[in-house]
């Protein structure tokens, strides 16, 4: 009994070496970032804090029994973006690495509040395609623990669906917040029809590649079943519904770009905008429509 003890804690300890990078990290860009005035990055680091412990809270026990590879993933996904506006200033002058006359743009320059945001339009990219990837892996690794804790038998194919369903949903969503933070309330500089159905495309992008490293890393895929249960548990159910319309949109808009260069909204921001956040009330509406149909048909059993 003893010896399998140890054997459980070694199986624990690489879990949690990137969580606490990740705590550790956010820290200290918080602290750094309001020493510096650099209000707004400070308050996304301490998002970031949060966000860490919460994580340390479900996994730091290992029973989740999640690889850390994957949590590596997600940590160098998380500090490109935080570091990369970290590096801009807060009177949206030159940035802490600008030495010798450098310019924005040479090495770690960067200038403005949001720093290698303003400086190299790619990093942007890179950045939503990346965290795109992490938010994907992290949800195909976690429907599959789900579902093997609560004895779903899911497939892989709905695990890689639903997770890749839902990661473009999130997509669609940030850029619902982006829209508003820039039409309506001026909190972000980004924005615009390029921005926000570029970001679409390296959201799709991230999360097929997230879904596809998923699928064939993660070691519980080959012991489950192909074909899975006959019937798809609530949650899974409900999931799905609510990322249908986010999915659809996510998809049409990335395709308008790349093959009709944003002939069919043409390249209306406002309109792309309004059209993100009218799939998030669809969905909304469809969810609330299922359990309204759920609940009558136990009433009706009753």
């Known amino acids: 009994m003893e010896g399998d003890n140890i054997t459980v804690e070694k199986t624990r300890v690489p879990e949690r070496a990137p969580l606490m990078a990740w705590l550790i990290s956010c820290i200290l860009l918080t602290v750094w970032n309001l020493a510096r005035g650099l209000n707004l990055w400070a308050g996304y680091n301490f998002g970031g804090t949060v966000m860490a412990l919460i994580a340390i809270s479900i996994l730091w026990s290992g029973r989740v029994r999640m690889p ?4 590596w993933i997600a940590y160098f996904a998380t500090m490109l973006h935080f570091i990369g506006g970290s590096l801009g200033a807060a009177d949206s002058g030159p940035g802490p690495f600008c030495f010798d006359g450098m310019q924005p743009g040479e090495w770690l320059c960067a200038d403005g509040v949001n720093g290698m945001y303003h400086v190299h339009p790619w990093w942007d990219k890179v950045v939503h395609g990346m965290n795109s990837t992490a938010i994907a892996i992290a949800w195909a690794l976690g429907w599959r623990r789900m579902s093997e804790h609560n004895d779903w038998n899911l497939s892989p194919r709905t695990v890689a669906y639903t997770a890749f369903s ?12 982006e829209f508003f933070g820039k039409t309506m309330f001026q909190t972000i500089d980004q924005g615009g029809y390029v921005n926000t159905a570029s970001d679409l495309v390296s959201d799709m992008l991230g999360a097929g590649l997230g879904v ?11 012991t489950s079943s192909s074909t899975g249960g006959d019937k798809l548990p609530t949650q899974v159910t409900l999931t799905n519904i609510a990322t249908f319309p986010l999915l659809v949109i996510g998809t049409v808009l990335s395709l308008d770009f790349l093959l009709l260069s944003g ?21 909304m509406a469809l969810i609330a429509g ?13």
């Open 68 to 71: 850390a590879l994957p949590l």
């Open 166 to 177: 839902l990661s473009v949903a999130i997509g669609v969503a940030y850029e619902v917040y």
């Open 212 to 222: 596809l490293f998923a699928h064939f890393y993660d070691p519980m895929n080959k």
């Open 263 to 283: 002939g069919i909204v043409s390249e209306d921001y406002d309109l792309i905008g309004q059209l993100m956040l009218g799939s998030i009330f669809v969905g």
């Open 290 to 302: 299922r359990i309204a149909q759920q609940s009558q048909a136990n009433k009706s059993k009753a």
